[in-house]
């Protein structure tokens, strides 16, 4: 499962770098984590999607914007999620049903949204959005 | 062919391809044993994932520091193994020339510190 999931995340690195060595990349996470455990290595992974894959997609924008999309809805919705649930008194972290459903969800649709304007509309000669070379 | 220029072996390495290069300089290993190897050196300071790894080890084989070697007759097929080059033993020893400087110079600043 894990492994399955690292594949998916490698979506978001460079094709070039998924094609010369995602297979090994997926290998050594799953070493890595019966080696050093889950949630370290998962915390590495995601570290570097930040610091390695999204700089490295810097002239691919169907990946960057859709990535950058999604976290700036995820922000600005658990921004919203945390005052709400204060505001109603709740003290600690919000249910995590909660959480799926005022910031996983939106966040997804809004990456979704912004994956179809990149990819199809990018192309249309009225809206350029200057993203094509 | 070595493409690496002396201004390029001299130039500083970035953490991760110190570390690479240093783990390739006792033999030939394949990727994860270079992490491995990375994180032993490093005291586990130098958090090294899949994607530093291998978009360093892409880098280091573009500028033909390391290479691509078989690997041993009964390893996984599914691995890739890696060897330090002469450009690449070149750019380790001046990274490691340039460190051993630093500690002299901060170990005679030390003294000249305590002095006055």
Known sequence: ?????????????????????????????????????????WWCALREVLTVALPGQRSNPSVLVPALSFALCAFTQSVELWIGSHQAGRVGYPPL????????????LNAFVALVVTRFYARCSFITLRLLN | ??????????????????????????????GYAIMQE??????????????TLYTTIQRLLDSD????????????????YYRLTGAGKSALHAELARMEAMVKKSKAMRLRLAES
């Open chain 1, 97 to 108: 049903i909660d959480s799926v459903v005022l910031v996983v969800l939106p966040s997804l």
């Open chain 2, 65 to 80: 520091r390391i290479r691509e070697v078989p690997g041993p007759e009964h390893g996984d097929s599914r691995r890739k």
């Open chain 1, 1 to 41: 499962m894990n492994a399955w999931l690292y594949q998916k995340l490698l979506l978001l690195y460079p094709l070039d770098l998924r094609r010369d060595f995602g297979g090994e990349m997926t290998l050594a996470f799953a070493e890595d984590i019966k080696n050093i455990g889950s949630l370290r290595v």
């Open chain 2, 1 to 30: 062919m070595e493409r690496v220029t002396k201004e390029q072996a001299d130039s500083p390495l970035a953490p991760a391809a110190f570390l690479i290069l240093f783990a390739l300089a006792a033999g030939d290993k394949h």
């Open chain 2, 38 to 51: 990375a994180r032993k050196l490093s005291d586990d300071t130098f958090q090294m994932g899949p994607a």
